[in-house]
């Protein structure tokens, strides 16, 4: 069976499914959440591209996989989906612009053999926005170098800021385009695929057109806007909403978020484009197609923005449909990990049982849990001490626990979903009122050691892992093996 993973990146499960007027309009996303297996209740392993998609190749949680903010690469011997399936005959391609698969990050594109990077922009005339940036390339050279979010070459390449610049141009058609290309090509030639797309569209700058960053300067509204976005979007980028004393003004926010939505209904288009398009060739009739999203995104809520610092549900929780040829659609609200993707497509491609996967009713409903980490950026200086943490969450049912240093923040999603009210509380508290919401052994289980592996307070502290709680954070579960696999 072929098989197409399709991220969606920085699309939040929070915008869809809104009340007229109070989100964005998603036809074609309401439509594909009544043909496929639509899960509800969805969570990413991080907050943010890299340690997320990674979870998502290796099955691993990010303290396990390493590709983090405190390493930027992967370097771990357990093999990708892409080299699993290239081995067992696959042509595995990855179709982006997005530079964090660009090659230029260690191990994150590792099995697929084709690396395909499409950009718009040639050819046309530089958009404002571009020329902007070309304007401000100290700025914005000084911004790559602290954010964090990009990798080591990257930071030394002077030509990149020109790459990140036409990164904010639209271009996930052409990305959409290939990929149907490709699927039809391999058919032909009788040949099975993994497709990994990232689609960037929804990732800031938001664009708000199909074809540049800013809004027609017709309106008033539009030239507004676009004489903020040069000042806002760079404060966003560069981690200033983690330091003392950061004030976002509330048209700003609502622009922002605006612009966000207006990203998301360009994206529903386009995505049904194609869907329609590869259908009505028949290229789904033998093709396991996951639509996903890597993180979600926040805008001014626990006065975060953009996709960092975070654990909330704003973050983490995300879209899936997973349409496959010989599965009924059906709505589900168990609680899953996106990480467990690796298992759903390593067992497609090697034609394995999927009894144990995120398909088979009866495994989900034994193991409602999902586990997730951030690791903070240490290179930043002037944060508050609150953001100069790691960060561990469990999600069992409805329950769910936060780890910071200062202690645990428990919620009740059903009751608190906006998680604005945490109660304090231990990890057997947890575990206790898991117990009385009847919730399964095995996941109440599987949450506690991964938060007891995560408290500062739940054991003493190994002398090797003593760098990680110098800079505020948590000793990664199986710390000896890790270092080790990374050696």
């Excluded at 030639?189 to 700058?205: I, K, S, W």
């Excluded at 008033?220 to 003392?244: K, T």
């Excluded at 144990?356 to 495994?363: F, G, P, V």
């Excluded at 930043?380 to 329950?399: P, S």
């Amino acid at each position: 069976m072929n098989i197409v993973l399709l991220v969606v990146d920085s699309l939040r499960a929070c915008s869809l499914g809104l009340p007229a007027g109070r989100g964005p309009r998603t036809p074609f996303l309401d439509r594909l959440g009544t043909e496929t297996i639509n899960f509800r209740r969805a969570y990413a392993s991080e907050c943010w591209t890299l340690p997320a998609h990674c979870s998502m190749f290796t099955g691993l949680l990010p303290s396990e996989h390493g590709a983090h903010f405190q390493n930027m690469a992967y370097a771990g011997t357990a093999p990708t989906l892409a080299e699993d399936l290239a081995t067992a005959g696959y042509q595995t391609e990855v179709i982006t612009r997005n530079s964090i698969f660009d090659g230029t990050i260690p191990g994150i594109t590792r099995g697929f053999r084709t690396n395909t990077h499409l950009m718009a922009g040639a050819g046309r005339r530089i958009d404002p926005l571009t020329l902007f940036t070309a304007f401000a390339k100290p700025r914005v050279r000084r911004l790559i170098r602290g954010s964090g979010f990009f990798g080591a070459l990257q930071r030394r390449n002077r030509d990149f800021v020109t790459t990140l610049a036409r990164m904010g141009i639209p271009a996930d058609r052409l990305v959409l385009d290939r990929a149907l290309e490709q699927m039809a090509s391999h058919r032909q030639q009788g040949r099975p695929y993994f497709l990994f797309l990232n689609l960037y569209d929804v990732h800031a700058p938001y664009c708000p057109s199909p074809t540049s960053p800013l809004r027609p300067f017709t309106s008033l509204r539009g030239c507004v806007e676009n004489l903020l976005l040069p000042s806002v979007l760079p404060r966003i980028s560069g981690h200033a909403y983690l330091r003392p004393g950061f004030r976002l003004s509330q048209r700003s926010r609502e622009m922002l978020l605006g612009r966000y939505h207006r990203a998301i209904e360009l994206m529903d288009e386009k995505l049904a484009s194609f869907y329609d398009a590869a259908r009505g060739a028949g290229l789904l009739d033998d093709t396991l197609l996951i639509v996903t999203s890597d993180h979600g995104e926040a805008f001014g809520e626990h006065d975060l923005y953009f996709h960092d610092a975070s654990v909330y549900d704003t973050n983490l929780r995300v879209p899936l449909w997973i349409r496959h040829p010989d599965r009924s659609p059906a709505v589900v609200d168990d609680v899953v990990s996106t990480r467990g993707l690796h298992g759903l497509i390593r067992t497609v491609g090697l034609r394995a049982d999927c009894r144990a996967t995120l398909l088979a009713d009866d495994h989900r409903r034994a193991h409602p849990v999902a586990l997730a980490e951030h690791f903070h950026y240490p290179h930043t200086d002037g944060l508050l001490d609150r953001y100069k943490q790691n960060l561990a969450a469990a999600v069992v049912g409805t329950r769910k626990v936060i780890v910071r240093r200062e202690g645990l923040e428990l919620y009740d999603l059903s009751a608190d979903p906006g998680e604005l009210a945490p109660a304090g509380g231990t990890i057997a508290d947890f575990e206790a009122v898991c117990r009385r919401d009847g919730l399964p052994v095995a996941a109440i289980a599987a949450a506690a050691a991964h938060l007891r592996r995560s408290s500062p307070a739940a054991a003493r502290v190994p002398a090797r892992a003593a760098g990680w709680r110098a800079i505020g954070g948590f000793e990664p579960p199986a710390f000896a093996q890790l270092a080790g696999n990374r050696a």
